[in-house]
């Protein structure tokens, strides 16, 4: 594959897009794969979905959960549709759209592109420079659907607001998966307030920051006609009762300033990584990290997961992201005593 190119891949069998990190865990094993807040959820969001089973008996109703979303982002609740995790809106997206020139913008996390060919539709891929700089030059002028990543599974990279801003136009749909979004202070490159950009979909998790990627909840944020298109793609009641509670929780005033809180602490422990790391011959961070993971590379050497692993440590392995190789990994941001120890084990394998 060359790097840069458009197109350079038109068939989804070079890699495993169906792989994620969930898959590198085990029994025994240190959870640097998957990207969930340690120590999640926090108390009071347990007790507020444990109090939601006893509405189980009643069929899902969204309205509180679209109206708490929509004040969140200064937007209105018909520009609000919840979703049964990020992956859930990337299949509602394929099945909604007849795009004629779709461009996924890569590395980024693998399940758009997966979704849009399982719904037959042909994927071109734009490959990142080393530094994962994104050009918007670099996406065909005539793509009708352009799908980017902000901050980026894996490389975790912050692409500016603007950068992004630029890629929107009269006829495209332009999708900015804000899945990490909350794992940055301020989040100051967030699309999720700006309604003035034709064709704009930010999709939004609460499974990193909240630790819920067992109840499975998200939402999409978009202009009335696009949400409506989503909706009628959507199987009824697709979003439980306790995953539109936990919306309605996670989205208040509080809740987002102590995801805020939790996200200057990450970077403080990201630093922290950062540094030990430095100390290490044989390793590269690549990009500018600014999320809850770094993607690592280790030149020349294509075997240090399977060390790692027999060293007790899970990470993610790269070679299932377009335009990564085998020596890549990703690793989560985790406390500085795991930190240390995984540094430590790391530079024993090198």
């Not at 990193?208 to 109840?215: E, V």
């Not at 044989?282 to 997961?305: H, I, M, N, Y």
Request: one cysteine or more; charged letters at 20%; hydrophobic letters at 50%.
């Amino acid at each position: 594959m060359t790097a840069g190119a458009v197109g350079d891949v038109l068939a989804g069998g070079d890699v495993d897009l169906g792989h994620h990190g969930d898959a590198e865990v085990g029994p025994g094993l240190v959870d640097l794969a998957v990207n969930v807040r340690a120590g999640t959820p926090p108390a009071w969001l347990a007790a507020r979905l444990a109090g939601s089973l006893e509405g189980l008996a009643a069929y899902p109703e969204a309205t509180a959960a679209r109206a708490a979303a929509a004040a969140a982002h200064g937007r209105t609740p018909d520009e609000v549709w919840p979703v049964a995790g990020v992956a859930e809106a990337f299949v509602l997206l394929a099945r909604a759209l007849r795009p004629r020139r779709a461009v996924v913008v890569h590395p980024q996390f693998t399940e758009p592109e997966a979704a849009l060919r399982a719904a037959g539709h042909a994927v071109e891929r734009v490959v990142l420079d080393d530094a994962f700089t994104l050009d918007p030059q670099r996406v065909p002028d005539d793509a009708d659907l352009v799908v980017v990543g902000n901050p980026t599974n894996p490389t975790s990279v912050l692409h500016p607001a603007g950068t992004l801003a630029a890629l929107a136009r009269p006829g495209r749909v332009l999708v900015v998966d804000e899945a990490f979004a909350d794992t940055v202070p301020g989040e100051p490159e967030s699309l999720a307030a700006r309604t003035g950009l034709p064709g704009l979909v930010v999709l939004r998790s609460l499974t990193k920051t909240w630790g819920l990627a067992g109840l499975r909840v998200g939402y999409v944020l978009a202009a009335p006609r696009l949400v409506g298109l989503l909706a009628a793609a959507a199987p009824p009641w697709s979003v439980s009762t306790p995953a539109l509670v936990a919306l309605t929780a996670c989205t208040t005033a509080g809740a987002r300033a102590e995801a805020d809180a939790a996200a200057r602490a990450l970077a403080a422990d990201r630093a922290y990584l950062l540094s030990a790391l430095g100390g290490i011959a044989g390793v590269e961070v690549r990009g500018e990290p600014a999320s809850s993971f770094l993607l690592l590379r280790t030149p020349g050497r294509r075997d240090v997961r399977g060390l790692l692993r027999e060293r007790g440590w899970a990470v993610r392995r790269g070679d299932t992201f377009p335009g990564l190789d085998g020596e890549h990994v990703r690793v989560a941001v985790r406390d500085r005593t795991t930190s240390d120890a995984f540094v430590a084990a790391l530079a024993d394998v090198l």
